[in-house]
Each structure stands twice: as structure tokens, then as C-alpha cells.
Nanobody, 124 residues
Framework: QVALVESGGGLVQAGGSLRLSCAASGRTFSNRAMGWFRQAPGREREFVAAISWRGVNTYYADSVKGRSTISRDNAKNTVFLQMNSLKPEDTAVYYC?????????????????WGQGTQVTVSS
């Protein structure tokens, strides 16, 4: 498994931007696809974005497509989620996760390492 720590969450007005970071420890980080998920109060955890092990392939949920960009720096064991044009419905706890595969996947069961989450709150 990989130890993951998210940062970068906070309170932002609608239309604003945030950049989430996820720092990973462990030798296998660069051999894993990475993903971001989120969970709003009273709702199930949902997929947001994923990136393959080399960063060549990415995939986004329809809800964030065109407004978010996932990227990674394998030299620094870090994955990022840049979120623009934020909406109140983006409010949630955002989790970083490491997949058991090298390719992108949206299924939570394909991820075996999770961070503690970072709160994103978007005010209207």
C-alpha cells in the first residue's frame, strides 16, 4: 500500500479555483494509477478524476470535465487536482487514492490506498 496525505482544500467562492495536492510515500507510487474521489454529506463517495501511472491517460467524471485537471509528478510522488469554475455542488471532502492497476479506473474497489481527505467548501 501507499500512504497518502491530501492538502489544498478550503473555502472558496463560486467561480473560484483550488489546487489539491496529494503527497505519497512508498516505492510503488509511480507504478500505480491515481484517482480523486469526493463525498458530500449524505451522499456516497463518487469518482472525480483518475490518471494513469505515467500520466499519459486521464479520465474525468462528467460533473467536473472541462473544469478540472488531474496531473502527477512521479519524481516528487505527488498528484494534483486543479479545479476551476467551482460550484456550490462541488462542496465535499476530497480523497486521493492509489489504484492497484497502472491504467485509469473509476471503481473505488480498484483502489487499495486512501488519504484522510481534505474539505472543499464552495460558497454561493
Amino acid at each position: 500500500q501507499v500512504a497518502l496525505v491530501e492538502s489544498g482544500g478550503g473555502l472558496v467562492q463560486a467561480g473560484g479555483s483550488l489546487r489539491l495536492s496529494c503527497a505519497a510515500s512508498g516505492r510503488t507510487f509511480s507504478n500505480r494509477a491515481m484517482g480523486w474521489f469526493r463525498q458530500a454529506p449524505g451522499r456516497e463517495r463518487e469518482f472525480v478524476a483518475a490518471i494513469s501511472w505515467r500520466g499519459v491517460n486521464t479520465y474525468y467524471a462528467d460533473s467536473v470535465k472541462g473544469r478540472s485537471t488531474i496531473s502527477r509528478d512521479n519524481a516528487k510522488n505527488t498528484v494534483f487536482l486543479q479545479m476551476n469554475s467551482l460550484k456550490p455542488e462541488d462542496t465535499a471532502v476530497y480523497y486521493c487514492a492509489a489504484a492497484i492497476y497502472v491504467g485509469v479506473t473509476i471503481a473505488p474497489n480498484d483502489y487499495d490506498s486512501w488519504g484522510q481527505g481534505t474539505q472543499v467548501t464552495v460558497s454561493s
